[in-house]
Structures are given as C-alpha cells and as structure tokens.
C-alpha cells in the first residue's frame, strides 16, 4: 500500500497568514493527489483535485503543487473559516490512502 | 445539486452484519458515475472502503474486501454497504460519497455520515 504522511501534524496561524502543509507519497504517484478539508463534526470537503485542479466553489486562495513524492497544499490568506483539519488522499493506486491530517489552529 | 444521506442501524453486536444505505438526490445513478463508501475512526483516520459504479461494477479495498459488499439500486436511487462479521474495531462514522476515490472521479461531494458502534 502507498502510505501517506503529513506535515506539520498540527499548526497555529492567523488570519491573513499564508500556510503551506505537505504531504508525501511513500512512492511516486505522478500527481494523483486530491486534497480535503474537515471541520469537527462534519463530512470532509473537496478542495483540489488531482494535484492542482480547484474544485468548483472553492475559494482561489486555496492551491496545491507538486509531483512524484511530494505535495503542498498552500492557503494564501488565511480567513476564518479555513480552521480546519486538511487530509491528503492518493488517487494513483488501490488502496486509495489518505493521510493523517493537518489540523490548522488559531494562534 | 446532489445530496447524499446514510441511513442504517447506529449500534450493532459483534459478529453481526453491519447495513447501510445512502440515497441520492438531485441526481440520478442510472446516469453514471461511480458511487463510494469511506469510514473514519480515531485509531486508523480515513479509510477507502470500495466503490462502485452505476452500472454495478465495484473495486474494493483489499484489506477489507472479505467482509464487504456494495451495491446499488437504481430504482430506488440508492447504493448500500454490507460489512460482515464485525468487531468493535469497526465502530466508526461512515461516508457515503460521489466518486470512484482513483484518478478518474475525485470524491467530490459527501453525505453528512452515521456513527456506527459496534457493542454487545
């Protein structure tokens, strides 16, 4: 199975701060990677899809980069309602993984 | 816009079955597109359960494909979840989600999910 891990596993921000989480593929996965995020007691959201593709609705400020083993999910402002806990998942083979999770605090 | 509710027992004994069910709304399965089940519990985080599409074709994860069956009917526009001979270690919230979760259809939209306890 292709494992996933992220970083930092939490991390404290303010509004207005730009925040970049990464995840890595314990193999390459070209950049089949898909990008949630999960506020408490609700349904993980799609933001990014396949590396870098903004899913519809979400706002701009949200990107993702990267290829092979290595990703990034980076919010260029941070607003309020971005604190949240954000997972990475693998889309390239089955299992399809997710990581741990990144949970973005208030400073 | 597509909506997707579970629906199934909450609490359900060891070495029993566990059944759930999701309906759609706002969109019809028999159109397309593939349909999926994902669980979260504190010990493992989200897991790809399998998924399945309109036509009935599933993929499912290995780790768990002994115990699991989804299926879907389309005249009811629903898709459901069978989980064989479970432990407590399958207490979890379930997801029921639009997608395949591989490289062709991202897991874009979500049910709101159902805690499922697994307990004597």
């Known amino acids: 199975d292709i494992q996933m891990t992220q970083s930092p596993s939490s991390l404290s921000a303010s509004v207005g701060d730009r925040v970049t989480i990464t995840c890595r593929a314990s193999q390459s996965i070209v950049n089949y990677v898909d990008w949630f995020q999960q506020k408490p007691g609700k349904a993980p959201k799609l933001l990014i899809y396949?590396?870098?593709h903004l899913q519809s609705g979400v706002p701009s400020r949200f990107s993702g980069s990267g290829s092979g083993t290595d990703f990034s999910l980076t919010i260029s402002s941070l607003q309020p309602e971005d604190f949240a806990t954000y997972y990475c998942q693998q889309t390239y083979s089955s299992p399809y993984t997710f990581g741990p999770g990144t949970k973005l605090e208030i400073k | 816009q597509v909506q997707l509710q579970e629906s199934g027992p909450e609490l359900v004994k060891p070495s029993e079955t566990l059944s759930l069910t999701c309906s759609v709304s706002g969109y019809s399965i028999s159109s397309g597109y593939y349909w999926g089940w994902i669980w979260q519990s504190p010990g493992k985080g989200l897991e790809w359960i399998g998924s399945i599409y309109h036509s009935g074709a599933t993929f499912y994860n290995p780790s768990l494909k002994s115990r699991v069956t989804i299926s879907v009917d389309t005249s009811k526009n629903q898709f459901s979840l069978r989980v064989t001979s479970v432990t407590a270690a399958d207490t979890a919230m379930f997801y029921c989600a639009r997608g395949s979760a591989d490289k062709r259809v991202p897991l874009d939209t979500w049910g709101q999910g159902i805690l499922v306890t697994v307990s004597s």
């Open positions: 396949t590396g870098f």
